[in-house]
C-alpha cells in the first residue's frame, strides 16, 4: 500500500529545514494526522524506530 506521507512535500521541508515554518507545522501535524499514523503503524519495526529518532516522534 502506498502512503503520500513517503513522498509528502511537508516532510520533506521538515527534513531540509527542521525549524522552518512548514517543517514546524508538519512536526505538529503528525501527532494527530490519520495519514501518518496509517503510515507509520504499517511500517517495520525496524522502519518505526528509525522514524520515532528521526522526528522525535512517541506516538503509537
Same mark, same amino acid.
Given at each position: 500500500?502506498?502512503?503520500?506521507?513517503? &513522498?509528502? %512535500?511537508?516532510?520533506?521541508? *521538515?527534513? =531540509? +529545514? !527542521? =525549524? +522552518?515554518?512548514?517543517?514546524?507545522? /508538519?512536526? /505538529?501535524?503528525? &501527532?494527530?494526522? !490519520?495519514? /501518518?499514523? +496509517? *503510515?507509520? $503503524?504499517?511500517? $517495520?519495526?525496524? %522502519? %518505526?524506530?528509525?522514524?520515532?529518532?528521526? *522526528?522525535?516522534? $512517541? =506516538? *503509537?
Amino acid at each position: 500500500m502506498a502512503h503520500a506521507c513517503e &513522498n509528502c %512535500k511537508f516532510r520533506a521541508h *521538515y527534513d =531540509k +529545514s !527542521p =525549524k +522552518s515554518a512548514l517543517g514546524r507545522f /508538519w512536526r /505538529w501535524h503528525i &501527532n494527530f494526522c !490519520p495519514g /501518518w499514523r +496509517s *503510515y507509520f $503503524t504499517h511500517q $517495520t519495526d525496524e %522502519k %518505526k524506530a528509525e522514524l520515532r529518532e528521526k *522526528y522525535n516522534f $512517541t =506516538k *503509537y
